[in-house]
């Protein structure tokens, strides 16, 4: 375990933990312990393995002077090492199952559900804010969105500090930002990029909201000019019914109008299995650009 006690202020520690899990892990940190006193974020990537602008934007982050800080800052960049090692999409390889999909975590689970109670446990609970990095997964195209815990205002306020513009309000009590709000700690989910790819541009929006929070929090000294922001309510996801091709209409960031075909799911044989339609009006947040399509396996997220 971390012992934050015997790290100097003003230094940066880093390293790996090992927490007893089933199943060997070396999961590497940073701690920025800040030359004064103050509040500690916690910022984690790769919970998806394979999300690589915010794994990498968690790296960027940790090249923070912490000379500059009040209070502590711990980043996990790479929760999920063996999705990461394996080049794994949506799940973990050990268990097969979806890391954020298991908050808050089973203490005598399978290899995912352990890993998400130790950090719920031993990081989230203990922090007194939290920013989880995501994007668009390897096959996923993606704009750029936040999200945080429907009703959980300090969340929304540090949803609007980071800065994307597409705000969305969820009900899941699944993903890790809900095991943060149901212990009243301000947690947020950002996504940014996809397909495999971490663009400069992409990396820096992560790495910048979350300096933008370390100024919001009083943690580094800085103006936080506010930037546009819209409140989106729902967010819809179509999946697929059938195994074959999917011939997504649109792509992200594209508008779509309640009932627009935004897609097909195509046969072995070229015949259409399923027509996506969309049932709200709203936004494209993110499209799946594969052409292997599995059956229930998303297909697009519409926000609005
Ligand atoms: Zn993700």
């Not at 969820?170 to 700690?185: N, P, Q, T």
């Amino acid at each position: 375990m971390l012992d934050l006690e015997n790290i100097k202020a003003g230094q940066l520690e880093k390293g790996f933990l090992s927490p007893k899990l089933g199943y060997p892990v070396k999961l590497p940190y940073f701690v920025l312990k800040g030359s004064q006193p103050g509040p500690s974020l916690l910022v984690t990537a790769g919970v998806h393995g394979a999300e690589y602008a915010s794994v990498e934007a968690a790296y960027q982050v940790a090249k923070l002077d912490p000379k500059k800080l009040k209070g502590t800052v711990i980043i996990l960049p790479i929760i999920n090492t063996p999705a990461f090692t394996s080049r794994s999409i949506y799940i973990n390889p050990v268990d097969r199952k979806n890391l954020n999909r298991l908050f808050p975590g089973m203490e005598d689970g399978t290899f995912g559900e352990k890993l998400v109670y130790w950090l719920t446990e031993e990081f989230i609970a203990k922090a007194d804010a939290y920013v989880d990095l995501h994007g668009g997964d390897m096959i996923e195209a993606l704009e750029p969105f936040t999200i945080y815990q429907s009703g959980h205002a300090a969340s929304h306020e540090l949803a609007k500090a980071f800065g994307i513009e597409l705000l969305v309000a969820s009900d899941s009590e699944i993903m890790s930002f809900a095991a943060g709000a149901r212990k009243d700690i301000p947690s947020i989910l950002a996504e940014a990029s996809g397909q495999g790819l971490w663009p400069h541009a992409e990396v820096e929006r992560l790495r910048l909201g979350v300096e933008r929070c370390l100024i919001h929090l009083g943690m580094l000294e800085g103006t936080l000019e506010p930037k546009p922001y819209k409140d989106l309510t729902e967010f819809a996801w179509l999946r697929s019914e059938h195994e074959g091709l999917w011939y997504p209409y649109v792509i992200a960031g594209d508008k779509v109008a309640k009932g627009q075909l935004v897609g097909e799911v195509k046969s072995f044989l070229g015949e259409t299995l399923q027509q996506a339609v969309s049932p709200i009006e709203g936004i494209v947040l993110f499209s799946v650009s594969s052409l292997a399509m599995n059956a229930d396996d998303p297909l697009l997220g519409i926000g609005a």
